[in-house]
């Protein structure tokens, strides 16, 4: 199907899909460029795929003003699939739980690290920034689709597993040096927001807290190096 | 000093610092809030403090209006400083070597993760986004005042200094496991563009390729987050 004008109820449609309100009321969610249009191809949620150029395959032809009007880059993309939002899975052993993050792109690189070291699940607290922010998919290189995504209220979800699971948080005081860790089969890592760190009531239910050993004269990390840096830790991998 | 009109010619001086070039030309740089004034006054840095509040210690007394052109911020904060820029000093023992970092987002974390894990120096090739960019400045906590950073063209840095040092380099295919490295007493850590990586050139100065094991369905991490395991990895808190 070709489009061509900017005010084609289609064109509207996309556009929306840029706000939250408008993802979270469809379903819906927009990915740019052909690394995250194989990826999502694979995890099967492409719904309908857009380009200005006829020598690729996609389901509407429109012109370059739509494009540019759609796409949330400086140059567009050769292709802009429209996605259904990923569906909910049951956890399995190795959970990211993250607390109130607020930075599109530290998620993003947070997601990427966490399918690099073998994490399974990431839990994000309702009041989290979107997953399906562009920032957020850019950032994580398309790792976003090789790993299952819940949003829930973390302290109704630690309480729930719990007993099942051992919980790490960070205390640069108290914490026991990472790399000194035994960690257990089933496992959660807590990562506090950006600016304040772990709430009280949630930092409460953990079960070990662990530290990244540094100089005195730094106070801390940068969220998405410290969440890295302990998920190495936890990987299989290293040994 | 009292200032109160937007086209005093104090006031288009220290706009001007906000580009790059006019950094260059006067060797000055911006600083904005209280924890980067206190770590920049530490250093001996501080040239001239403006505030729009009469109520703290200041060289000029600006309007709200000023302090709003000249922030970079979106709240503007209580003080914006002027500094001197950072004199170059002798290398020491652990450098963290960069190849045309071009986020300075990154490079701010980057210099963050540095200052943590005992690094001594920083050297910066000549096509690394600006030192004194507000974004790297922000980004890098105030980090920047206890580092010393040398500019300078990679490729003659690292043949002068090749058979003093332990050059490391990353290869995600043949590299050793960072874990698995025996660390020389001089070291230096080669860090590559976030999207090209490493320069050819330059790779072929390493003396050891090292690694951070990752699942196979992962490509590679955020360059931020890759640099700040490394040097965790180099650091001697960790044993």
Known sequence: MKIESLNNPHVKEWCKLKE?????????????????ILEASKKGVVKKILSSSIEVDADFYVTEAIMKKISSQKSIPKRIAVCEKLKEEKIKNRLLVLDAIQDPGNLGTMIRSAVAFGFTDIILSLDTVDLYNEKTIRASEGMLFHINFVKIDLNDFLKQIKKDYQILATDVKSGKKISRIVKKENVALLIGNEGQGLKEELKKQATDFVKIPMQENCESLNAGVAAGILMYEMSDLNA
């Not at 939250?20 to 469809?26: G, L, N, V």
């Open 20 to 36: 939250k309100k408008y993802r979270d009321q469809e379903g819906l969610f927009l990915i740019e460029g052909e690394h995250l």
